[in-house]
């Protein structure tokens, strides 16, 4: 069987449009998860009751598949509410829940790697937690976490086709729409991985470039 790149080029207009809706996604869900998860990241190292709705959090999120929380909120939630909710609205509440655990994580990992001594300066000087954490602490954990944020967008970036699961039109949904219209799935899933890696490279490129400019700041 013959390779068709007809075909390929013929897919890439509903293929691009599948591809557009999965960056929309993808970049919601990462902006409401940094929210998120700087949150609980803060929380997790606090001394207060709040650490362990924080811990539960992440370890409930990091401990099931992503596809089991899509289901939960858009078969599970609704069938509690009595109402339902839209496969976008579900799409992006799953993937930013999702993505909050990890980021969480990220957090945390960053605020510690901070000098303790910095803390007790800023105290010292009659600094609250939250000026500390706002004016010294968080500004340089931002520019020590920047490679691994980059790493979950494009992790997310590459989960979100589990929303396909739900109906949502993102990229693997169209792919899967164009396979059973032609029956020329390799050709097909071919476009949807070249894509994919266009998507995925260029992320990281940026994330490269957003960290080397970081380094120069710092130098400077």
Do not use: C, H
């Not at 998120?36 to 539960?56: E, H, K, N, S």
């Not at 609205?89 to 980021?103: C, E, K, P, R, T």
């Not at 009659?126 to 976490?145: A, E, S």
């Amino acid at each position: 069987m013959d390779f068709r790149w007809d075909l390929v080029w013929e897919s890439m207009p509903l293929l691009l449009e599948g591809a557009w809706l999965t960056v929309k996604l993808t970049a919601i869900a990462v902006f409401f998860g940094i929210i998120i998860g700087t949150i609980m990241g803060m929380l997790r190292i606090t001394r207060t009751p709040f650490r362990y709705l924080a811990a539960v959090y992440i370890d409930f999120t990091r401990g099931t598949p992503l596809l089991v929380q899509i289901f939960i909120i858009f078969y599970g939630i609704p069938a509690i509410i009595n109402t339902s909710l839209p496969a976008y609205l579900s799409a992006v509440i799953a993937l930013s829940f999702n993505s909050g655990a990890y980021v969480a994580e990220i957090v945390r990992a960053g605020i510690q790697s901070i000098d303790k001594g910095q803390v007790e300066a800023a105290q010292s000087l009659g600094m609250t937690y939250t000026q500390t954490m706002k004016y010294i602490i968080l500004p340089q954990t931002f520019r020590r976490i920047v490679p691994p944020l980059g790493n979950e967008f494009i992790a997310l970036l590459k989960d979100s086709s589990l929303v396909s699961a739900i109906a949502l039109e993102e990229l693997v949904r169209k792919g899967n729409i164009i396979m059973t219209r032609t029956f020329r799935p390799f050709e097909v899933w071919f476009a949807v991985a070249l894509i994919y890696l266009i998507m995925t490279f260029t992320i990281s490129r940026l994330v490269a470039l957003a960290e080397k400019n970081l380094r120069v700041g710092d130098s400077a």
